[in-house]
C-alpha cells in the first residue's frame, strides 16, 4: 500500500484514474472527480492506495470518522461500473454505491453519512 502524502503522490494517482475510467469506465467520467474530491475533504488522514507491481491500483483506502472505508470500481454491466464503499476493507460490507446517476449533491450527501457512520462504528 502506498500513502498519499504529496501533490506528486496525488497527481500520479489523478493520472491512473484518468486512464482506468477512460479505457474501462466511461459511465463514470464525471463521478470519479468528485468521489476523489470527498474523500480527501472528509478523510482524517491521508488517503492509501493499493499497488501491483509497483504500480497504484484504482482501489484507496481512506479513515473518515475515525472508520477505515475502501473506495473501489464493481461492475454493473459490460461497460457500466460504479464505486463502491466497504466498511473497513475489501471484505467489508457495502456501505454506500456511486454512479453516474448520482448529482453533486447525492455525492456529498453521501460522504456526510459515511462521517456519521464513521464516527458511530469508531464508538
Given at each position: 500500500m502506498k500513502q498519499i502524502v504529496t501533490t506528486?503522490?496525488?497527481a500520479d494517482y489523478i493520472t491512473h484514474l484518468d486512464y482506468v475510467v477512460n479505457h474501462h469506465a466511461r459511465n463514470m467520467a464525471g463521478?470519479?472527480?468528485q468521489v476523489l474530491a470527498g474523500v480527501i475533504?472528509?478523510?482524517d488522514?491521508?488517503?492509501k492506495v493499493r499497488t501491483h507491481l509497483g504500480t497504484v491500483t484504482a482501489s484507496a483506502w481512506a479513515v473518515i470518522g475515525?472508520?477505515?472505508f475502501m473506495f473501489g470500481a464493481e461492475r454493473l454491466g459490460k461497460h457500466n461500473?460504479?464505486?463502491v464503499v466497504k466498511l473497513k476493507g475489501c471484505q467489508g460490507p457495502v456501505?454506500?454505491?456511486?454512479t453516474d446517476q448520482l448529482t453533486p449533491d447525492d455525492v456529498r450527501g453521501t460522504f456526510i453519512e459515511l462521517k456519521?457512520?464513521?464516527i458511530a462504528q469508531a464508538a
Open positions: 506528486k503522490d496525488l463521478l470519479w472527480q475533504q472528509h478523510a488522514e491521508p488517503l475515525g472508520q477505515r461500473y460504479a464505486i456501505v454506500a454505491a456511486f456519521a457512520l464513521g
